[in-house]
């Protein structure tokens, strides 16, 4: 599961990953190109010419990680045997019964909660009404004109009357039979006669490409189904990606010259690989990115001659992963290539850009992630994560002087801002951790220093507490744990405790703000993140270090960081639960079959649990980019033993089991639903079968609970789904911990 992220920075490729982002948000806007909301009150997007992020990462409740990527679709599939096709059919209705049995229990026990999710949701409304604030809709300046987003319409107006009011109206989702969709991400030609929007609705991965004729009276040119990422390269020359089964493998060029025509430009054959297209923050040349988990290839085009065949950097070399910049004829490239196997920033001429003529121009230090990098004409920034703490580098392409500024400690996510043009003098970012709503800052090249923005009163918690601790693993590794509490609470080990883990992917744990976690910790919760190994917050090695034939590490790693937070009397067992969500629920299955003393409850939400079967399905669209993450069983009986190891669903015994509460998606592509529903039966049987052999009195049932959402999808979900899954979530880990002040008992709890 990758994520793909904007071309903005060089995140997209840092990740390294390759899936979307679950990041909503009610009033702020779209965070990069697959992190978007479909929300009425106010819709925000990307509104760059250049490729840079947007600003504002307020997220609401419920927010959930980067996902898998597997699609349960077939599509296609020839089944010439008539047993196949009647094991087929069987398999067919027994997935459709296991639904419709399901849906029929989430309708019977859902009444349970629902007393107690309508309190939470507003308390959730109220608090998300008070930490947001709204740094403006990102816009794009050319000259006097700017553009900008708001509520799903696009306006141009002057520079300095920037407003709605006064802006003209150049494109409306909902006056264009659009009413379903949402805008995910803007591109402007260069001579602004163009417009180019990709428009995406909640239930499909894929993404329409309209563009707009800009004048007096726009008009649609054209519409480009199924597309991914685009540029301009020129006035009237776009490059796009098509999108097929959660795939990008093909790059077209299309032109709005007299000659109208489009034409098929690069092909990806290899199944790992995933293309898209990035614009030069100069906007000198387009790039075409072909990643896998291990390896990368980079074709240049030239902006000034776009017909031109592309020309290539670098053949693809296993482990040797890059990304290209450009500054004054030289591509500044992002790369693992050389030792230590970490991201280190080299140069090489245009002329001779092969890996033998890259020169070191940063590295960085031991267990140091490289968060996300951008170039500016000057100047090149990065945003570092070392031992838990945020730090902002400067480098200087004149006196090659490096710059470090520590942020400040209550940070634990950064999100940078879109940068009006690559020569000036100021980086603009935000900062923000689960229980601090964003703040604004801005760093000046000239004056070495930190600027926080006061352009609106943020309510920052100041009874919170942070605390950053390290855990023994079982192999003596350290491993980091960020936990938040009220200041103001007393016996912590009476306290309800919420752990979250993920530990996949190379992907960092999502610690932005969220509504819900402020109301956590009001109402005294401990909150604990722990940094476990598959994971990307010690850099690439940490992530190595944890995927493949190293990924009980990960589980072996969560243990640790739970026997921790207890022994230093962060809560204890029976208050404590654990969340995770899509790939996170490896290691959360697997903790609950091999220790499930250590909590009392768990809420998972699209989760990966079926590693084996799944991997084992090869006709599904991203099995064989998945083989670099988890191995390949088909080719490999070790590699298949080692899975079925420590796979939660293979895994299910009777055992006294923590109760569960389970969101799935009808529409999800990338976790296949059958999967869910086989592992729910299972782990729902296996502890019934442990109850009635030890049917003592006033023997505990744990609750397993699978709420199957229609709408929404791996990736998307509206705001209000959002909300009420978050506030269902909430309800249950109140009940099953016994907590009290929510529940408006006049009676103490049991």
């Not at 290899?270 to 988990?293: E, G, Q």
């Not at 912590?492 to 932005?512: C, E, F, Q, T």
């Not at 994971?535 to 072996?556: A, F, I, M, S, V």
């Not at 298949?640 to 895994?651: V, W």
């Amino acid at each position: 599961m990758r994520v793909r992220t904007s071309c903005a920075g060089l995140r997209n490729l840092l990740q390294g990953l390759r899936c979307r982002v679950r990041y909503y948000s009610k009033h702020s806007c779209l965070q990069t190109v697959c992190v978007y909301s479909k929300i009425k009150p106010k819709q925000c997007c990307i509104l760059d010419c250049a490729g840079s992020t947007c600003t504002h990462r307020t997220l609401p409740p419920g927010s959930i990680l980067p996902w898998r990527c597997f699609s349960c679709k077939q599509e296609g599939t020839k089944i010439p045997s008539k047993r196949k096709q009647n094991a087929s059919i069987t398999s067919d209705l027994l997935y459709k019964n296991l639904l419709k049995s399901e849906q029929e229990n989430w309708n019977d026990i859902s009444a349970r909660y629902k007393a107690m999710t309508k309190r939470i949701k507003e308390k959730l409304e109220e608090l998300h009404n008070k930490c947001t604030f709204s740094l403006g809709s990102p816009r794009i300046r050319f000259g006097e004109n700017v553009y900008f987003e708001e509520n799903g319409c696009v306006f141009l107006s002057k520079a300095d009357d920037v407003d709605e009011e006064n802006g003209d109206m150049l494109f409306s989702t909902e006056d264009l039979g659009f009413s379903d969709a949402f805008i995910q991400r803007i591109r402007i030609s260069p001579d602004q006669r163009y417009m180019a929007i990709s428009l995406k609705s909640e239930n499909s991965e894929e993404a329409t490409c309209v563009i707009i004729k800009l004048g007096h009276f726009p008009v649609v040119e054209k519409v480009i189904p199924s597309v991914f990422s685009f540029e301009w390269a020129a006035n009237d020359v776009l490059y796009y990606t098509s999108q097929k089964n959660l795939k990008c493998q093909n790059v077209f060029m299309t032109t709005f010259t007299n000659q109208k025509h489009t034409k098929l430009v690069y092909t990806e054959h290899d199944a790992r690989f995933f293309v898209d297209i990035y614009c030069t923050k100069d906007r000198r040349f387009l790039t075409i990115n072909s990643n896998s988990k291990t390896s990368s290839e980079v074709w240049l085009i030239d902006c000034r001659y776009p017909f031109k065949s592309p020309v290539l950097v670098q053949a693809r070399t296993k482990g040797v992963i890059y990304h290209v910049e450009h500054r004054n004829d030289e591509l500044y490239i992002l790369t693992t290539y050389g030792e230590p196997a970490e991201y280190k920033l080299m140069k090489a001429p245009v002329a001779a850009s092969g890996k033998e003529n890259w020169q070191l121009v940063y590295a960085l230090e031991k267990k140091t992630k490289l968060v996300d990098l951008e170039m500016f004409s000057d100047h090149c920034i990065m945003f570092l994560k070392n031992a838990g703490h945020l730090y902002l580098n400067a480098i200087s392409f004149f006196s090659h002087s490096v710059q470090s500024i520590k942020l400040p400690t209550w940070a634990c996510e950064f999100e940078l801002e879109s940068q009006p043009e690559h020569t000036t003098s100021t980086c603009y970012f935000q900062l923000t951790s689960p229980v601090h709503p964003p703040k604004r800052f801005a760093y000046s090249f000239k004056e070495n220093n930190l600027i926080e923005q006061a352009v609106q009163e943020v309510p920052i918690i100041t009874n919170c507490h942070t605390t950053r601790l390290l855990a023994k693993s079982k192999d003596e590794t350290l491993v980091p744990i960020t936990v938040f509490h009220n200041m103001n609470s007393k016996e912590l080990h009476r306290k309800p405790l919420l752990v979250h883990v993920y530990g996949a992917y190379g992907i960092d744990l999502n610690m932005s703000f969220k509504e819900d976690k402020l109301m956590l910790i009001e109402e005294g919760w401990i909150l604990a993140y722990c940094h476990v190994r598959g994971g990307g917050e010690l850099g690439l090695t940490w992530h190595k270090d944890g995927c493949q034939h190293n990924k009980l590490k990960g589980l072996h790693d969560l243990k640790a960081c739970i026997m921790l937070l207890h022994e230093l009397g962060f809560s204890q067992p029976k208050y404590t639960a654990l969340a995770a969500a899509s790939a996170g629920g490896i290691l959360a299955g697997a903790l609950c079959n091999t220790a499930p003393e250590l909590i009392r409850a768990m809420v998972l939400q699209a989760p990966f649990v079926d590693v084996l079967n799944t991997m084992m399905k090869t006709h599904l669209p991203l099995t064989i980019e998945e083989q670099e993450e988890w191995g390949n069983p088909l080719a490999d009986e070790k590699c298949m033993k080692y899975i079925k190891s420590y796979c939660p669903y293979q895994n299910i015994k009777p055992q006294c089991y923590p109760s569960v509460f389970i969101t799935a998606y009808e529409n999800d592509q990338r976790v296949p639903l059958t999967g869910v529903l086989r592992y729910v039966r299972k782990l729902r049987k296996a502890a019934l079968d442990h109850a009635s052999r030890t049917s003592e009195k006033g023997n505990w049932v744990p609750n397993i609970i699978l709420d199957i959402q229609a709408s929404g999808s791996h990736c998307d979900s509206s705001w209000e789904d959002s909300l009420n899954e978050v506030a269902r979530h909430l309800a249950f880990l109140n009940k099953e911990l016994e907590v009290c002040h929510l529940q408006h008992h006049s009676k103490p709890c049991k």
